[in-house]
């Protein structure tokens, strides 16, 4: 799975009767975990969806407090996710989480894309199912790694742009222009 979750912790707040400056936010995913006191921003490489980020409150003495797991699967779905997460005891995080992609693995979900494109539109060609309507192929009956991403909110609105101007999904390929690439 590619891709990279950035945690950002903008604040943490507890009881009036509790010093929040005693206590101290860890996030772990993983094997991966950081912790802060204050603010802090971390970044968790996102190798499966089955681990998830867990905000743990601890107190002065190291030991845990309350906790609380976020789904990383939702942090995907969602893109940006800027929320005060609650937790037991009274307390609450604001953390603002964000799945993204780097330039290398936009490039990779394009690649996978357009190959997926390519061999559906062949697919549809040698098919011949005889009538050019049947054997059209437009950009809302593709579906490629990228359309699925975009589609379930994986990718943010600028990831879909870009993919949404490639020439193969607005035009329609007809029986006729199958023949033509053959």
């Keep these: 799975m590619p891709g990279t979750i950035q945690v950002s912790v903008l604040d943490f707040k507890g009881l009036q ?4 400056s005693s206590q101290s936010v860890k996030v772990s995913m993983g ?3 950081y912790q802060t006191c204050d603010k802090g ?7 499966t969806l089955h681990d998830n980020l867990i905000i743990t409150l601890q107190g002065a003495d190291g030991n845990e407090i309350t906790h609380a797991v976020v789904e990383t699967k939702l ?3 969602k893109g940006v996710w800027d929320n005060i997460f609650s937790l037991e005891g009274g307390w609450h995080v604001h953390m603002k989480l964000q799945f993204v992609l780097s330039e290398e693995e936009h490039q990779r979900i394009r690649v996978m894309r357009e190959a997926a494109l390519k061999k559906k539109h062949e697919e549809l060609c040698k098919s011949g199912h005889g009538s050019p309507e049947r054997a059209s192929i437009g950009y809302s ?5 990228v359309e699925s991403l975009s589609r379930s909110g994986l990718l943010a609105d600028e990831d ?4 949404r101007s490639y020439p193969i999904q607005k035009q329609k390929n007809t029986v006729k ?3 033509s690439l053959q």
Excluded: A, Q
Excluded at 17 to 20: D, F, G, K, L, N
């Design 17 to 20: 009767s509790t010093s929040p």
């Design 41 to 47: 921003e971390f970044l968790f490489p996102l190798t």
């Design 177 to 179: 222009d199958c023949l």
């Design 141 to 145: 009956e593709v579906s490629g790694p």
């Design 75 to 77: 942090v995907v779905e």
């Design 160 to 163: 879909t742009k870009f993919d």
């Design 31 to 33: 094997k991966t975990e």
